[in-house]
């Protein structure tokens, strides 16, 4: 199986020891996302609910096109040599 490519912003990363980027075997959104918690497993908590749902406050891009957060990130395919840019929105004014 070819690999995926996840672009992190910086600040989640600081849930990954600095870690912006990673390289995962491809595979649903889901099966990245636990991919990357067996490595970072601080930063899962930050990206989805416990039942596996994105957060509402993180958007997630499949080589440019945005995940809808309704859409179940099982049925999200990333294929391989894809890019996945996970962004967590920042608050403020």
Known sequence: MLDTHVVLTRTLAA?????????????????????IHC????????????????LPFVSVYVDGDMVPITTPITSVEAAPGSEILIVQAVAGG
């Open 15 to 35: 849930f990954t020891s600095g870690q912006t980027r990673f390289t995962v075997p491809s595979g649903t959104l889901h099966e990245v996302i636990s991919e």
């Open 39 to 54: 490595r970072c497993p601080g930063l899962v908590g930050r990206l989805v609910t416990e039942s596996f749902s994105l």
